[in-house]
Every structure is written in structure tokens, then in C-alpha cells.
């Protein structure tokens, strides 16, 4: 079987999942105001610049993991988001999405780092602009992943100010 199809099929699941999240985080429910409360009780500084990032930036991997855009950078770009939340919300309630663990996070940065290796397919931007063939192989997934533990390790280590147990059990 050809991989386009397959390739297609997980674009079209990831993208859509990332445009969502982000449409949710800037303007669902709690819009921007809610987005921007929960990420200041996460820690996150400033909690305002962070839901505009969060937002913007899920949806803009979104749409160029829709259209098959420049694949590699966009995998990247939701790897930090998953790792950003795996430290900062799921990794301390273990594994099961159940007990709002890793779970989700971990399958799909996993699954990002399989679509960088792999390339979006020739139903894609990057295939009608030339550049599927460059932008694929296993060194694209590891530098997609790397890219984004180091933008997430240096983003954390400047801007996160995790409150302390007992606050977050008041809050």
C-alpha cells in the first residue's frame, strides 16, 4: 500500500485535534480569560503572553499539519506543546488519561515524531512546493523532537513558577 493515504489520514487527525484545542483555548467556553486563569494557576509567566502563544501556535500547527506545510517545523511545534503540558499538568498524575495523566500527550508527540520522520505524503503543500523529498527521514524526527524539548526546557525554565502543593491544593 502507498502511504499517502495513511499519511493523509494522520495529518487530517492531528491537525484538526490542534486547530480545536487552539479555537478552544483562545476563544471557546472560557475564551482567552479562562485560558489565561488556568495557566496562571499552572505557573505559567506571564499567563496572558502564554494563552496567546498556546493559542495561536496550536493553531497555526493546526492548519500547516492540515495542509502539509512544512511538516518538520509544525511536528515540532505540537511536540513542545505536549511536552509543555506533559511537565506542566500530566506527569505527576502518572500514566492514565483517566487519572489526567500523559497518556494523550505522550501518543501524540509520538505520533508527530513519526510524521516528521515520515513526511506528510504527496497530498501535500510540501510535495506541490518541491520540498516533501528534503524534509523527510529519521533525522527530521529527531530534530523536530529535540527542537522541541530544548524550546520547552529553556520556555520552562524561564517563565514557569509551579505553585507550591499547598496552593495548589487551595486553588
Known amino acids: 500500500?502507498?502511504?499517502?493515504?495513511?499519511?493523509?489520514?494522520?495529518?487530517?487527525?492531528?491537525?484538526?485535534?490542534?486547530?480545536?484545542?487552539?479555537?478552544?483555548?483562545?476563544?471557546?467556553?472560557?475564551?482567552?480569560?479562562?485560558?489565561?486563569?488556568?495557566?496562571?494557576?499552572?505557573?505559567?509567566?506571564?499567563?496572558?503572553?502564554?494563552?496567546?502563544?498556546?493559542?495561536?501556535?496550536?493553531?497555526?500547527?493546526?492548519?500547516?499539519l492540515l495542509a502539509g506545510l512544512l511538516t518538520p517545523f509544525a511536528a515540532a511545534g505540537g511536540i513542545g506543546i505536549m511536552a509543555t503540558a506533559f511537565v506542566t499538568v500530566h506527569r505527576p498524575n502518572g500514566f492514565f488519561i483517566f487519572r489526567d495523566g500523559y497518556e494523550y500527550v505522550l501518543v501524540v508527540a509520538a505520533s508527530l515524531t513519526a510524521l516528521a520522520m515520515l513526511g506528510p505524503g504527496s497530498w501535500s503543500v510540501d510535495d506541490a512546493l518541491g520540498l516533501r523529498d528534503d524534509l523527510v527521514g529519521w533525522e527530521w524526527g529527531a530534530g523536530a523532537f529535540v527542537l522541541a524539548v530544548v524550546a520547552t526546557a529553556g520556555m520552562l525554565a524561564t517563565c514557569w513558577r509551579p505553585p507550591a502543593k499547598d496552593d495548589a491544593a487551595q486553588a
Open 1 to 64: 500500500m502507498d502511504a499517502d493515504l495513511p499519511l493523509l489520514v494522520l495529518r487530517l487527525v492531528l491537525g484538526a485535534v490542534f486547530v480545536l484545542h487552539g479555537w478552544n483555548h483562545g476563544f471557546g467556553a472560557g475564551g482567552l480569560a479562562g485560558t489565561t486563569r488556568w495557566f496562571d494557576s499552572l505557573g505559567l509567566r506571564p499567563a496572558r503572553v502564554h494563552a496567546l502563544v498556546s493559542t495561536w501556535l496550536e493553531l497555526a500547527v493546526g492548519v500547516a
